[in-house]
C-alpha cells in the first residue's frame, strides 16, 4: 500500500492511492478562507467508519440478512494537550433492512470491533473504543 501527499497551498493536501483515487485534506484553514477538505484526523475517523461499515454489511449479509442500508456515525474525543490524540471512540451503526435479527447484527459488530476492523483495532491501542447500533425497518 502506498499513498502519495502532495501539498497545494497554506494548509491543504491531496493524497492519493496506487489507483489514483484522490482526496482532499487540510487542517485549520487560514482566517476567511473556506476549509476545502477534511482534515488529517476526521480522515482517521472516515477510515475507521468506512472499514467499520464494510464489515457489519459483509457480515449481515453472509449471514443472509435483509439488509439494504448502514448508516455510520463515530464520534471522537481528543486530549487537551498536544499531541491531541485520540482518546475516545465510539461508532454507532443505524442498519435498515426487512426482518433484521438483533442477534445477527449484534454479532456483526462484535466481529467487526474483535476481528475485523483493522482501522478500529489499531486505533484501539490508543483510544477507548465503543459499539452501538440500532436496526430500523426499511420503507421499501
Same mark, same amino acid.
Given at each position: 500500500?502506498?499513498?502519495?501527499?502532495?501539498?497545494?497551498?497554506?494548509?491543504?493536501?491531496?493524497?492519493?492511492?496506487?489507483?489514483?483515487?484522490? %482526496?482532499?485534506? +487540510?487542517? #485549520?484553514?487560514?482566517?476567511?478562507? /473556506?476549509?476545502?477538505?477534511?482534515?488529517?484526523?476526521?480522515?482517521? @475517523?472516515?477510515?475507521?467508519?468506512?472499514?467499520?461499515?464494510?464489515?457489519?454489511?459483509?457480515?449481515?449479509?453472509?449471514?443472509?440478512?435483509?439488509?439494504?442500508?448502514?448508516?455510520?456515525? %463515530?464520534?471522537? +474525543?481528543? #486530549?487537551?494537550?498536544?499531541?491531541? /490524540?485520540?482518546?475516545?471512540?465510539?461508532?454507532?451503526?443505524?442498519? @435498515?433492512?426487512?426482518?433484521?435479527?438483533?442477534?445477527?447484527?449484534?454479532?456483526?459488530?462484535?466481529?467487526?470491533?474483535?476481528?475485523?476492523?483493522?482501522?478500529?483495532?489499531?486505533?484501539?491501542?490508543?483510544? +477507548?473504543?465503543?459499539?452501538?447500533?440500532?436496526?430500523?425497518?426499511?420503507?421499501?
Amino acid at each position: 500500500m502506498k499513498i502519495i501527499n502532495r501539498w497545494v497551498e497554506g494548509r491543504c493536501f491531496v493524497a492519493s492511492n496506487e489507483q489514483g483515487n484522490s %482526496v482532499v485534506m +487540510e487542517g #485549520a484553514a487560514d482566517e476567511g478562507a /473556506v476549509r476545502r477538505g477534511a482534515s488529517p484526523m476526521e480522515m482517521l @475517523l472516515m477510515g475507521v467508519a468506512g472499514c467499520s461499515s464494510t464489515d457489519v454489511v459483509d457480515i449481515a449479509k453472509k449471514q443472509r440478512q435483509k439488509i439494504t442500508g448502514c448508516i455510520t456515525t %463515530v464520534e471522537a +474525543e481528543r #486530549a487537551d494537550s498536544i499531541p491531541k /490524540v485520540f482518546t475516545k471512540i465510539h461508532i454507532h451503526f443505524k442498519v @435498515l433492512g426487512h426482518d433484521l435479527k438483533e442477534e445477527s447484527i449484534a454479532k456483526a459488530v462484535q466481529l467487526s470491533a474483535e476481528k475485523y476492523c483493522s482501522a478500529s483495532i489499531m486505533l484501539g491501542k490508543a483510544a +477507548e473504543i465503543s459499539h452501538s447500533f440500532e436496526i430500523a425497518e426499511a420503507d421499501v
